[in-house]
């Protein structure tokens, strides 16, 4: 998306300047600068690249990065374990926030999510996700949110392409055993599981799809962690797929037993 025009405007006013300080600046005329910021016309390269000096950005931001919105840094508290999660990745958050400084939610698409494991420190990266604010009681102000969208069905009912929302989390001992969190891990990438505690420095990967086995990771490998609050689906579900996954859940659960019996 082209944000020539608002960033014009917005860049103009943040600088203290008139449309004819800033045609001056650009040996332009004060009708042509009305005309840019109005969407009527389109400045030649030369102005483009000119007004990129002026206000000290690339040409890159000036046109495809609406400005308005600034990328921040969110300092967490130190760990003093520097053996526990208190990773790098978990110290500094990128987040983008309004001129208002009210926080945006980002969104990291299954297209995006390759990227995020390089670009999730990056203010830049963060600032070019589509990002959005939700006024509703559930998310409340003074928390980092993020989106992630899911892919594969190891975590069914939830089907794939569903959008997860989820809560910041700083510490490892922050995790509440059983729930489900979105974890940024160096070795396997964004992964969603409830999460379980089998031992020190270690964390158990569970699915809710019976077909897949848990797994243990180690804390080290982590880079953040989100906490699940709720998810967006465009795939409404059929009642026979309901019944059928209930009934899997339940042969899982016999299987288990008799196992355990036979033992």
């Known amino acids: 998306m082209i944000y020539l025009k608002e960033n014009m405007k917005f860049l103009r006013k943040q600088h203290a300047l008139t449309q004819g300080q800033l045609a001056g600046l ?54 003093e374990d520097t053996n526990n999660i208190g990773v790098k990745g978990l110290k500094v958050l990128s987040v983008v926030v309004t001129p208002e400084n009210d926080e945006l939610i980002s969104i990291v698409p299954v297209k995006a999510s390759a990227g995020y494991l390089n670009g999730r420190a990056d203010a830049d990266y963060i600032g070019q996700l589509p990002h959005f604010s939700m006024p509703v009681a ?14 594969g069905d190891s975590m069914l009912p939830l089907t794939p392409g569903s959008y ?11 995790i509440r055993e059983g729930k489900s969190y979105v974890l940024i891990t160096s070795d396997e990438g964004i992964v969603y599981k ?20 848990p797994y243990t990771i180690e804390t080290t490998s982590v880079l953040e962690i989100w906490r699940a609050l709720g998810f967006l689906s465009f795939e409404l579900p059929e009642p026979d797929a309901l019944n059928v996954q209930k009934l899997s859940a339940v042969v899982a659960k016999m299987q288990e037993k008799l196992e355990k019996m036979k033992g």
Do not use: W
């Not at 505690?197 to 569970?206: A, D, H, S, T």
């Open 26 to 79: 650009l040996d332009s005329k004060r009708s042509l600068i009305g005309s840019y910021e109005e969407g009527r016309g389109v400045p030649k390269l030369s102005i483009i690249r000119r007004m990129a000096e002026i206000f000290e950005v690339s040409m890159d931001n000036l046109l495809a990065v609406d400005l308005s919105q600034k990328i921040v840094e969110v300092e967490r508290p130190k760990t």
């Open 138 to 151: 559930e998310l409340s102000q003074g928390h980092s949110y993020r989106v992630f969208q899911l892919k």
């Open 164 to 174: 997860i929302f989820c809560d910041y989390v700083e510490e490892v001992a922050d």
């Open 194 to 213: 409830r999460i379980f505690l089998p031992g020190e420095n270690q964390l158990q990967l569970k699915s809710d799809n019976p077909e897949y086995e």
